[in-house]
């Protein structure tokens, strides 16, 4: 059975195309949706793409991935350097996580250099655009199919 892994995307990520397009690129949620989608499907993977400005949202949707999903990948916006309770959800599922950035977030504001999401995750890719999810689905394909260890 195809395995299923949840893409889930935080606060802002639903202005994409209008909100700072020379940091965040000129896609939108929309085409960032489609691409990670069709990477999933040469990846061999079945992805549930969401998005939420709420960070309880966020926490729900990770604890209900466990028993649904195989592994998760996040861009949890804002929360990324924020939110204790995500990383807690995220730490309590035990899944795969790889943690993904548009921008790169060390070349920005010193408070976006630190991610709690980090601590939690296989991996991280930041700073390579929509491309990124991309090589997220692709990363988590590798991760599901050699079972490399999750941190
Ligand atoms: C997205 C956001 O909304 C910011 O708050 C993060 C991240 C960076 C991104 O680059 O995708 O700092």
């Not at 990948?73 to 995500?86: D, K, L, P, Q």
Request: charged letters at 20%; glycine letters at 8%; hydrophobic letters at 45%.
């Amino acid at each position: 059975m195809t395995a299923l892994v949840y893409v889930l995307n935080g606060p802002n990520l639903n202005m994409l195309g209008v909100r700072e397009p020379e940091i965040y690129g000129s896609e939108t949620l929309d085409d960032l949706r489609l691409r990670t989608e069709k990477a999933a499907a040469r990846s061999g993977l079945n992805i549930e793409f969401r998005q939420s400005n709420i960070e309880g949202e966020i926490v729900n949707w990770v604890q209900e991935a466990r028993g649904r999903a195989k592994g998760i990948i996040i861009n949890a916006g804002g929360y990324t350097h924020t939110s204790v309770a995500i990383l807690d959800a995220l730490q309590a599922v035990s899944l795969p996580v790889v943690e993904v950035h548009l921008s790169n977030i060390f070349r920005r504001d010193e408070f976006r250099q630190h991610s709690y999401i980090s601590l939690a995750a296989t991996g991280v890719i930041c700073g390579l655009g929509a491309k990124g999810y991309e090589l997220a689905v692709e990363a988590m394909a590798d991760i599901l199919n050699k079972s490399v260890r999750k941190a």
